[in-house]
């Protein structure tokens, strides 16, 4: 935000590379080079970027050649210092070594057979030999930690710190644990020992404690550690939130986890969120060439800011290019009569100033989206008018079935959960889209709906696209509804007629509560008998057929939809107000963005990938964009990595085969999934955390973000490679889409994603099949607007109301330097979103606030800037008068009112009057309904102080008579 959060008196820049390139380092590079590669070397790009002092990608490799002396750890670390080995750290130690020889073999090999210029160094030069490493540990006083009892007593030193009860027998047979915990709680108080619980969460741990409590084991909830061991006495147990995974156990206390009692949990921290409504209203900068709409005079292109002299000052205005090199100058106060056109693969006309074609087609258009708005509020209206089932969560069924969870919620997950029983129980249909990135915790945001909805007595369906995700949901279902008196069946392509057949037979009459599947579901043949509540997974991938016809349940039952990419037409209704929306963007704790390179392809880094990830137990998925691109790809990997065992699978193999090479991939029996995008919406493997995308030129940007998210579900770091050919140029549009995902590399980026996939690729219509052209003819964010003109207006016409006055933009010339100075704001981005949100702000405290952004960021505000939020405030007050346009010159001052109205004539007339008083000439009002006011202000600074009280009187006489008509 570049806001201040506190003052520091120094910080410490370190370089962004250990290879530093200053003359003695070039130097000393240069000489070693030759000397190990020989005089023809200095041909090798790396040389030539080395000696002209740029940095080339991967050059860390030769760092030897660059320094004296590289140095260990244990060169920083003094003969005195005690190093503690941990259990396996020397075998893991041997298997790294082990790896750096076989990479430096393999790197040799593919150079040779390739007679390029890479030159590889020796491992031994960069990295310590095993008997460097052995040496250097014995000259150090080493212990080794381990977790088992040792026969050699005097050469052991035992803390007496044991592992603590583990419940997962308890678990294993389905038996309470609370009460078995609550047992064993009372039986450490009763040792004369203390017994501790640690909590990941507060909320979490006020409910271990009361179910403690009613379990018969008395406890009290701490603050603190130190707290806890207070409190915690013979007969009650101290609960506390600690960052903890298991517990232990001494002869003083026993401390248990939430883990060793329910299972494996991984805590989520929690992040600073950003409000949904702030998140969608983030804005895009301006670029110089982009295309831009001016509400009167159409698709222009944007040149960039040019100062414009008004007067005897210096006005920034933005300059538009037209068709035949027409310009068009606005000034930056106004600059809310443009919106961006968005990206486009086709080429675009400019339209002509002064042309009547743009006016046509934007009154056409507003018919037409008029229409869609009326059809829009007749779907609204007939949800509102409907009833639904009230559905009521029973705190503590809920209570017992949230236990199972094995996280803790974050923020945005507890405010969505809340969101979604909200409108379960409101008693209206609801029609909620639940958007948080790949595996963010939507999947729990469903169950805990489907679980209020089933125990309340009414039929869930939970609908996937593929037959791959939907098995997925069925086991996570299955699982977590196990012991609760509810019923889950499933319905795809893989299931067997005669399960099918059950299964729809269940759901006919009553027996079968929840079901999972594919479109299947949605057959004609698919009875319910209570249907209260669908879950639609990733709605994008389904056809429209099927859309339309999830969009027919929609008027009757709750639907629930989930997506990590919205689909365009979806985030657009749900920024048109038609469907609520729940984002959550807080990543699980200890889960790393996903690192994502876009390069040509290689050879040797793509083994490299494969091989880091076979050798540290993980797994691998290889996507291309054609079945025919499989065979090239299967011969690579014998060629290349023989010693990685891989599986393919695609669309046209007969669903058994597919489910059956999935599911062995799935169980580990390969390190290597090649496959179409049949991965897109696939299985969750945690252990599979590298990802390369062949030709990811051909894939679109929601694609590639869905594929990159297959990865990067565990603790690890994970990796996505997105390669393409090497020496073909790749298309404008794919550079870009390419360029997004690149740099859209951090946690919970999905929803902004989807905003650039709008610029990108367009948006669909709002109502299903109809692929229309609107976007195309006035550009999104002028679409996106009218459309909520439209059911505004459609909504007051609903309501008897008068509709909404047309968007109103004053036109004011003022002899006064008006802008933000290029020395006081260098880049012109920053200066045009600057502008944008100036003209975006409502009302005076948001005006105030970010001028106070500004002085923070930049300094104290210059004169000309100054200025210019005056004039802001100045348009905000002429637009609450209904003024249109204010012409200030060197005798007085001409105000003009929009369509000649003001909505309180007899006010205005009284306010001319007081003007005039004491004989006074100082206003007329003329026939033609213009305001003269006869005042000469001599300096810019008098003349927009003149014009902020004059707008501030005529915008109060509206406000006054407004206040009385609303009175009566």
Avoid at 81 to 86: G, L, Q
Wanted: net charge negative; hydrophobic share 40%.
């Amino acid at each position: 935000t570049q806001r201040t959060v506190e003052r520091i008196d120094s910080h410490l820049l370190l370089p962004a590379s250990e290879a530093l390139l200053d003359e003695d380092s070039i130097k000393r590079f240069r000489s070693r080079y030759r000397e190990l590669f020989g005089a023809n070397a200095t041909q090798d790009p790396l040389y030539e970027a080395v000696s002209e002092g740029r940095r080339l990608a991967g050059m860390e490799h030769w760092l030897p050649l660059f320094e004296d002396r590289l140095a260990s750890l244990f060169d920083h670390l003094c003969k005195d210092d005690v190093v503690v080995i941990d259990q396996g750290a020397l075998g893991a130690a041997e298997e790294r070594l082990t790896d750096i020889s076989d990479y430096h073999e393999q790197r040799g090999r593919i150079a040779g057979e390739k007679r390029g210029s890479y030159r590889p160094l020796k491992p031994d030069a960069l990295y310590l030999t095993r008997s460097e490493f052995d040496a250097a540990l014995a000259a150090m006083p080493a212990h080794r930690a381990t977790g088992f009892a040792s026969s050699d007593t005097a050469a052991t030193l035992d803390f007496g710190f044991r592992s603590a009860r583990d419940f997962a027998p308890e678990r294993g047979r389905g038996e309470n644990v609370y009460e078995a915990a609550a047992t064993h709680l009372k039986a450490v108080g009763k040792s004369g020992r203390k017994a501790l619980v640690a909590a990941y969460s507060t909320g979490s741990a006020r409910r271990i404690a009361a179910i403690l409590d009613e379990a018969g084991a008395p406890t009290a909830l701490a603050d603190s550690w130190q707290q806890a061991l207070g409190l915690a006495a013979k007969s009650k147990a101290a609960v506390v939130v600690l960052p903890l995974e298991s517990g232990f156990a001494s002869d003083t206390l026993e401390l248990l986890t939430e883990q060793d009692m329910l299972g494996d949990r991984l805590v989520r921290r929690k992040k600073k969120r950003k409000d949904s409504d702030a998140f969608l209203a983030e804005l895009q900068a301006l670029s110089r060439g982009d295309l831009v709409v001016h509400i009167e005079h159409g698709i222009g292109r944007y040149l960039g800011l040019e100062p414009i002299p008004v007067g005897k000052s210096q006005h920034d205005c933005v300059a538009l290019e037209y068709a035949s090199g027409d310009k068009l100058f606005i000034p930056v106060e106004n600059i809310d009569v443009l919106t961006r056109y968005g990206s486009s693969e086709q080429a675009v006309a400019l339209d002509r100033l002064g042309g009547e074609a743009w006016q046509r087609r934007r009154a056409k258009l507003k018919e037409r989206i008029t229409a869609i708005a009326g059809e829009l509020m007749q779907v609204a209206a007939a949800r509102a008018l409907r009833q639904a089932p009230a559905l009521a969560a029973d705190p503590a069924t809920l209570g017992q079935f949230t236990d199972r969870f094995p996280w803790s919620e974050t923020e945005d997950q507890e405010r969505a959960i809340a969101d979604v029983l909200g409108d379960l129980e409101s008693g209206r249909p609801m029609d909620r889209l639940v958007c948080g990135d790949v595996g963010f915790g939507k999947t729990e945001v469903a169950l805990r709906a489907a679980f209020v909805a089933a125990m309340n007595g009414q039929q869930v369906a939970i609908v996937a696209p593929t037959t791959l995700l939907a098995r997925q949901h069925y086991q996570n279902f299955a699982e977590r509804f196990a012991g609760f008196p509810l019923q889950v069946g499933r319905l795809s392509r893989l299931v067997t007629s005669k399960e099918a057949t059950e299964t729809r037979e269940g759901l006919e009459n009553g027996q079968v509560d929840l079901v999972v599947g594919t479109h299947a579901i949605l057959s004609k043949s698919t009875k319910f008998k209570n249907l209260g509540l669908v879950i639609v997974d990733e709605e994008q991938r389904f056809g429209v057929t099927h859309k339309e016809k999830l969009k027919q349940l929609r008027a009757d039952v709750h639907v629930l939809t989930l997506t990590a990419t919205p689909i365009p037409r979806t985030l657009q209704m749900a920024m048109s107000g038609l469907r609520e929306l729940s984002t959550i963007q807080t990543p699980p704790v200890d889960r790393l963005a996903v690192r994502t390179y876009v390069m040509e392809w290689d050879d040797m880094v793509i083994r490299e990938a494969l091989l880091r990830e076979h050798h540290r137990g993980g797994q691998s998925f290889i996507v291309v964009p054609r079945i025919s691109d499989m065979a090239d790809v299967e011969e690579w990997l014998r060629e290349n990595a023989p010693e990685i065992k891989s599986v393919s699978a695609h669309g046209q193999m007969s669903p058994g085969e597919v489910e059956e090479r999935m599911g062995a991939f799935y169980d580990r029996k390969y390190d290597v999934l090649l496959s179409t995008t049949i991965v897109e919406s696939g299985l969750d493997i945690p252990s599979a955390n590298t990802i390369i995308i062949h030709r990811a030129d051909r894939f679109g940007l929601a694609q590639l973000y869905q594929l990159r998210g297959r990865v990067g579900r565990a603790k690890l770091r994970a990796y996505a490679y997105l390669t393409h050919e090497a020496g073909v140029a790749l298309s404008e549009v794919a550079q870009k889409r390419l360029k997004v995902l690149g740099d859209l590399d951090s946690l919970g980026a999905g929803f902004q994603l989807a905003s650039h996939d709008l610029d990108i690729r367009g948006a669909g219509n709002l109502l299903g099949d109809e692929q229309s052209g609107h976007i195309r003819e006035v550009g999104f964010e002028l679409y996106q607007a009218m459309l909520e003109e439209a059911i505004l207006a459609a909504k007051a016409g609903e309501m008897g109301l008068a509709p909404a006055r047309d968007k109103l933009t004053p036109q004011i010339t003022v002899d006064a330097p008006i802008m933000i100075p290029e020395d006081y704001v260098p880049d012109l981005a920053v200066r045009m979103a600057l502008y944008r949100r100036l003209n975006q702000a409502e009302g005076q405290n948001e005006i105030e606030s970010l001028a106070a952004e500004m002085i923070d960021r930049f300094g104290d505000l210059p004169q000309p800037t100054k200025n210019l939020i005056r004039l802001i405030e100045i348009k905000h007050q002429a637009i609450g008068a209904n003024i249109a346009k204010i012409d200030v010159g060197a005798r007085g001052t001409l105000v003009g009112f929009h369509q000649d109205d003001f909505p309180d004539p007899a006010g205005l007339i009284a306010y001319v009057a007081r003007l005039n008083e004491g004989g006074k000439d100082t206003a007329k009002l003329r026939p033609d309904m213009k305001l003269v006011i006869n005042r000469a202000w001599s300096d810019p600074l008098s003349r927009l102080n003149g014009l902020f009280q004059l707008t501030k009187g005529l915008s109060g006489i509206v406000k006054k008579s407004a206040k009385a008509k609303k009175a009566a």
